[in-house]
Structures are given as C-alpha cells and as structure tokens.
Nanobody, 126 residues
Framework: QVQLVESGGGLVQAGESVRLSCAASARTFSSYTMGWFRQAPGKEREFVAAINWSGTSTYYADSVKGRFTISRDNAKNTVYLQIDSLKPEDTAVYYC???????????????????WGKGTLVTVSA
C-alpha cells in the first residue's frame, strides 16, 4: 500500500512557475513508477507526466511538453512536478499517482495508476 500526499498548489499568476511535491509513504518507493494527473473543472482526469523508478525515463502528455518537468528523489521518497509559464488552462486539481507497471504514456492515459493522492489545487489567474 502506498500513501501519497501532494503539496505546493495555490493561486498563481499566468506566466509564473510552481513546483508541486508528492511525498510517498512506501518503503519501496524506488520500485514504483510515479506520475502526475490533473482534472480541470468540468473535465475528466487526464495524464500529465510519469517517471520511471530510477528517474532515467520520463513521459509527458503532448499538451504539456516543454513546460512541465517531472523529477524524483528516491532518498526523500518524493516526486516533483515543475510547471513553468503557467496558463489559465492549467487550472486543475493535480494528483500524484504510483504504478507498479513500467508502462508508456498510452498505457497510463488509458489505465491510470494503482495508487492516488487526494490532489492539490492549482489556480492560474490571467
């Protein structure tokens, strides 16, 4: 069982940056692929980014490539999502997730992940 707690959300101005953090409880954190998803108001939850257990492979949704960066620190059991040049359409609840599957963007988009945090809200004002 993995417990995930996100932090770092809030109200930000368009064009600014924010870094989201996700602390995981698992003793075997380094064995999980970690990811971020988001759900905008009135929309379905969507895949944003994922990173493999070692941090050597990352995957991004086409819509966020170039502005979002996922990273992890296995020593701290933490995964991060850096979001630059924020846009109002980035407003969403951002969820941290963990997967026992070493998949692909297509896989995570279709099937999601195994464990989920409760989310942190990012609101971007124009």
């Amino acid at each position: 069982q993995v417990q995930l707690v996100e932090s770092g959300g809030g109200l930000v101005q368009a064009g600014e940056s924010v870094r989201l953090s996700c602390a995981a409880s698992a003793r075997t954190f380094s064995s999980y692929t970690m990811g971020w998803f988001r759900q905008a108001p009135g929309k379905e939850r969507e895949f944003v980014a994922a990173i493999n257990w070692s941090g050597t492979s990352t995957y991004y949704a086409d819509s966020v490539k170039g502005r979002f960066t996922i990273s992890r620190d296995n020593a701290k059991n933490t995964v991060y999502l850096q979001i630059d040049s924020l846009k109002p359409e980035d407003t969403a609840v951002y969820y941290c997730a963990a997967s026992q599957i070493s998949g692909t963007t297509t896989y995570y988009t279709r099937y999601g992940m195994d464990y989920w945090g409760k989310g942190t809200l990012v609101t971007v004002s124009a």
